[in-house]
T-cell receptor
Framework: RKEVEQDPGPFNVPEGATVAFNCTYS??????FFWYRQDCRKEPKLLMS???SGNEDGRFTAQLNRASQYISLLIRDSKLSDSATYLC??????????FGDGTTLTVKP | EAGVTQSPTHLIKTRGQQATLRCSPI?????VYWYQQALGLGLQFLLW???????NRGNFPPRFSGRQFPNYSSELNVNALELEDSALYLC?????????????FGSGTQLSVL
């Protein structure tokens, strides 16, 4: 079983839709969690950190549930420019960040 | 301020050769990480360096090695290249080694083994 698992999708949604991604992790040593965005064959870019209390950045909301060992990302009012692969990552104090394989989102006009 | 820089952008080698990939972290960052991303697959953790020392290693054979220099830049060496080593190699840096430190990635080196 992978340490971090994501639904690979693809998720195909119309502009303006709300879409949610989930990610589960199995390594209890993971302390911090992040969402990254990766455009085709480019480097991942940090989207946001994820906190147990939930955090919001504009149209993006991230949530961490430690008891159930999952993290989520909600995108509201999807834009064409949101089309990308979204990676969740867990990071332990051993410095290792483990990434999921990513969920592909395509927003269509 | 410059981000993480990697060189070369592309590298073409043949089976059995050796490849050297380079990475310069963001100024002030002491931790450098290497990841392998094969086409269509996720990021696989290779190596982590901090303050010149190898701190953690992923499930890769010993022919994958590297080092970190006093200026915190890093090299990844891959010996005895195999076809399946063809991938995008991503370097990332962070301010330190705490778990809440964010990773910032370079644009990668695309290694092709023929």
């Amino acid at each position: 079983r992978k340490e971090v698992e994501q639904d690979p999708g693809p998720f195909n949604v119309p502009e303006g839709a709300t879409v949610a991604f989930n990610c589960t992790y199995s390594n209890s040593a993971s302390q911090s969690f992040f969402w990254y965005r990766q455009d085709c064959r480019k480097e991942p870019k940090l989207l946001m950190s994820v906190y147990s209390s939930g955090n919001e950045d504009g149209r993006f909301t991230a949530q961490l549930n430690r008891a159930s060992q999952y993290i989520s990302l909600l995108i509201r009012d999807s834009k064409l420019s949101d089309s990308a692969t979204y990676l969740c990552a867990g990071r332990s104090n051993a410095g290792k960040s483990t990434f999921g394989d990513g969920t592909t989102l395509t927003v269509k006009p | 301020e410059a981000g993480v820089t990697q060189s070369p952008t592309h590298l073409i080698k043949t089976r059995g050769q050796q490849a050297t990939l380079r990475c310069s972290p963001i100024s002030g960052h002491t931790s450098v990480y290497w990841y392998q991303q094969a086409l269509g697959l996720g990021l696989q953790f290779l190596l982590w360096y901090d303050e010149g020392e190898e701190r953690n290693r992923g499930n890769f054979p010993p022919r994958f090695s590297g080092r970190q220099f006093p200026n915190y830049s890093s090299e990844l060496n891959v010996n005895a290249l195999e076809l399946e080593d063809s991938a995008l190699y991503l370097c990332a840096s962070s301010l330190g080694q705490m778990s809440n430190e964010k990773l910032f990635f370079g644009s990668g080196t695309q290694l092709s083994v023929l």
